[in-house]
């Protein structure tokens, strides 16, 4: 499985951004997907999963009302929406894709097997 993130760049605080997610193969039946980000110094942070078959979402209380986590099963693609960003929302992020994820594992980094190479996400003015 591999997975490719894109879409980061610079935004001023309050803006946006769309996350791009691209799997190797179809995925989203079977695997729960997932979004975390890493800030300089930091370790890796939970921000939000697509759990697998009816694509039920949940998200960090960091990100919650803010970042929106889609899919489009017809170009194979996960998104993640980041509106009202903040300077502390600085990070790379990555998806991430689980074949043994549950609920209560999700939102643990160590629980996925599987990442992409990371996009860079700097909210600054």
């Known amino acids: 499985v591999q997975l490719q993130a894109s879409g980061g760049g610079l935004v001023q605080p309050g803006g946006s951004l769309r996350l791009s997610c691209v799997p190797s193969?179809?995925?989203?039946?079977?695997?729960?997907l997932a979004w975390f980000r890493q800030a300089p110094g930091k370790e890796r942070e939970f921000v939000g999963v697509?759990?697998?078959?009816?694509?039920?979402?949940d998200y960090a209380d960091s990100v919650k009302g803010r970042f929106t986590i889609s899919r489009d099963t017809a170009k194979n693609t996960m998104y993640l929406q980041l509106n009202s960003l903040k300077p502390e929302d600085t990070a790379v992020y990555y998806c991430?894709?689980?074949?043994?994820?549950?609920?209560?594992?999700?939102?643990?980094?160590?629980?996925?097997?599987?990442w992409g190479q990371g996009t860079q996400v700097t909210v600054s003015s």
């Open positions: 991430a894709a689980s074949r043994r994820a549950i609920v209560s594992t999700s939102t643990y980094a160590d629980t996925y097997d599987y």
């Open positions: 193969g179809r995925l989203f039946t079977s695997y729960v």
């Open positions: 697509l759990r697998r078959g009816g694509g039920a979402t």
